[in-house]
């Protein structure tokens, strides 16, 4: 909430990233939102989160979507940063906000079409085959359908452009460096893509890893809810602690380690308490 206040506050945050900053909080503000929902069911009622009813499938289509949307929207953040390094020395192609507002729009719709297909019929409330054993009453082909390409997505498209990013500055660095002009510039950027990549496939090694094994595993697992009490569904619960989790690291690495929001923030309460004295006096 932080990050999407200080990002529609102040004006000239108004950039292409921007918007794809702010959006990316607004995905993990509903997957906080869809996990707490999550959480509050199986307070009320656990039974139904182990056997899966029709209550169920609103939360979990919700948390899919949320997700879904997360995962694009790192893939968008990281396509935008290769673009604007790769096309910097050209003018034929710059990255607007109307692009990016374009590919918050497609993200949206593509992650609401396949969080809610078990919303419009793709569920096992009726089939006691192919039920999954960790989110009843989803069917195990949906969730190997939602996991297997956007697991994919999410690993191997950040890993292409955030090293296609470090060879393009490497080589500019060496370019400079033949023609006898300073690299400084060059060499921390590359350092500062270099670190914050690394932390970005940590973060998404470790809160989405265990949810795709679980997808495995629930493919291949033939025994029923009860043998697999309690320890399976505690494995959930830490996968879903994960994910929720990459919603407060998401931030982290992305915007409140810039040095600029930073400043804005001060600014803003700076603001407020001029405000409030203009007021009082």
């Not at 993200?107 to 006691?128: D, S, T």
Request: glycine fraction near 4%.
């Amino acid at each position: 909430c932080t990050v999407i206040f200080t990002r529609m506050a102040t004006k000239d945050l108004h950039k292409p990233i921007s918007v794809l900053f702010c959006n990316l909080a607004f995905s993990d503000l509903f997957t906080s939102f869809s996990g707490f929902w999550i959480s509050m069911l199986f307070i009320t009622d656990p039974d139904i989160t182990i056997f899966g009813t029709k209550d169920m499938l609103a939360p979990y289509a919700l948390y899919t979507m949320s997700i879904l949307s997360t995962i694009y929207n790192l893939v968008s953040i990281g396509i935008e940063r290769y673009l604007a390094v790769a096309e910097s020395m050209r003018t034929r192609f710059r990255v607007t906000r109307n692009h990016s507002i374009a590919a918050v729009l497609i993200n949206w719709v593509l992650a609401f079409f396949l969080g809610c297909l078990p919303l419009m019929g793709w569920n096992c409330l009726r089939m006691e085959k192919n039920l999954s054993v960790l989110y009843s009453p989803f069917c195990v082909d949906y969730l190997i359908f939602i996991a297997i390409p956007n697991v994919v997505v999410a690993f191997i498209i950040p890993l292409f452009t955030y090293l296609r990013i470090i060879i393009i500055l490497r080589k500019r660095k060496l370019r400079m460096k033949a023609c006898g002009q300073a690299t400084g510039t060059y060499k921390s950027a590359e350092i500062q893509v270099a670190r914050t990549s690394i932390f970005i496939w940590l973060l998404a090694l470790i809160s989405y890893a265990p949810f795709f094994a679980g997808v495995i595993f629930d493919a291949t697992n033939h025994q029923c809810h009860i043998d697999l009490y309690p320890g399976v569904y505690i494995f959930r619960n830490c996968t879903a602690m994960l994910i929720t989790m990459n919603c407060l690291g998401n931030p982290i690495i992305y915007t409140l380690k810039a040095k600029t929001l930073g400043a804005k923030l001060k600014a803003l309460k700076c603001l407020s308490a001029n405000r409030v004295r203009a007021c009082a006096i």
